[in-house]
């Protein structure tokens, strides 16, 4: 015989194993993986009551993370790959230096993981490993400019920029600029002249407070005194990789005892101020103060850093005599401008 259970018996049975089957499920996370999705992390995390806990595992390329936490507040997330700062970094690098640097983090569905990473301009700038989720980008100190930092995962990429701003400055020639300093008169014309451009060399530092308090403030624009560039002629193109011009000047004045010059990118990838005094040599040729070389290293991190046509490298002259300085004689987009090629 078989024992026939009451209706109400049986209705409270099956009450009591579907509450125990949704109590059990209720707070599973799951993961839906995109296009050959991968799995960082581990499985996805116990998102608690009311929804409002995370997840550590990610979906593959583009996957959708669905967080179920039971009740009235579970939550539906879209999220991926993704590398900070998003926004565009910009460094000011002082010359011949390595420093600031930039730190990237990446992250799949909020936590971090291990992306590769690669930069367009190497000689601008590296990107190393700081630790498992984080690329550490590095400037040269040599050259400045706007850099593509991309980092990829699973097929996948996120692109990010840095622009160096690189930045110098020097009274004198610096030590590493001594080949271009003549140390006898017979320099001057072997092998094509002081740094293959002739001239007479770099010039030394600037001692005297006064003169370089003139060099900043100008009591003149020059144009009384006829101050012009004999060269670069106007609108010159410069191409890498050539030598540094021999910048020259006239005015009625006909010396100098200082003289400042200033070179700067329209981006602001470059700028640069060298302030330097009459040359030694002219001391035994008995010659004028009236052209000065740009220093060779610093002449290549210009035009290495300018953009051509679309970010110009601009000169600026100042020059000093008998306590008072006059100019600069600059041009912006035009006459006395020059650029790379």
């Known amino acids: 015989m078989i024992a026939r259970v009451p209706r109400t018996a049986l209705l409270l049975w099956l009450s009591i194993c579907v509450a125990a089957l949704f109590s059990a499920c209720g707070d599973n996370a799951e993961v839906t993986e995109g296009n050959g999705g991968s799995n960082f992390g581990g499985n996805a995390g116990d998102a608690g009551s009311g929804g409002s806990g995370a997840s550590d595992s990610g979906a593959g390329n583009g996957g959708t993370l669905n967080i179920d936490g039971g009740g009235s507040g579970g939550t539906s997330q879209t999220q ?9 970094q910009v460094i000011s690098v002082p010359f011949g230096t390595n420093a600031p640097t930039v730190s990237f983090n990446a992250t799949f569905n909020g936590s971090p993981v291990a992306a590769g990473w690669a930069v367009d301009r190497g000689d601008i700038g590296t990107i190393t490993l700081g630790n498992a989720e984080t690329g550490v980008f590095t400037p040269t100190g040599k050259v400045g400019g706007l850099v593509k930092v991309t980092a990829g995962l699973n097929g996948e990429t996120r692109e990010r920029e840095v622009l160096v701003q690189l930045t110098g400055e020097q009274n004198g020639a610096d030590p590493d600029q ?3 300093i003549p140390g ?4 001057l014309t072997e092998g094509g002249g002081v740094g ?10 600037v001692t005297d407070a006064g003169i370089i308090t003139a060099l900043g403030s ?3 624009d020059g144009s009384a005194e006829g101050f012009k560039f004999l060269y670069p002629y106007d609108n010159t193109v410069f191409p890498r990789g050539i030598l540094a011009p021999l910048v020259s000047w006239d005015w009625s004045i006909g010396d100098a005892d200082a003289i400042q010059m200033e070179l700067s990118t329209q981006s602001g990838s470059f700028s640069w101020k060298g302030t330097f005094s009459s040359p030694a040599i002219l001391t035994q040729t008995g010659g004028k103060f009236i052209r000065h070389p740009i220093p060779q290293d610093v002449w290549a ?4 850093s300018a953009g051509g046509n679309t970010d110009r490298l601009t000169l600026k002259l100042t020059v000093a005599s008998g306590g008072q300085a006059y100019g600069p004689i600059s041009r912006f987009h035009g006459a006395h401008t020059f650029a790379r090629g």
């Open 301 to 304: 991190a210009a035009t290495n």
């Open 218 to 220: 100008p009591s003149g």
């Open 178 to 180: 001594a080949g271009q």
């Open 184 to 187: 006898s008169v017979g320099e």
């Open 196 to 205: 293959g451009v002739g001239g007479d060399g770099l010039g030394g530092e």
């Open 80 to 88: 991926g790959f993704n590398v900070t700062p998003a926004d565009q």
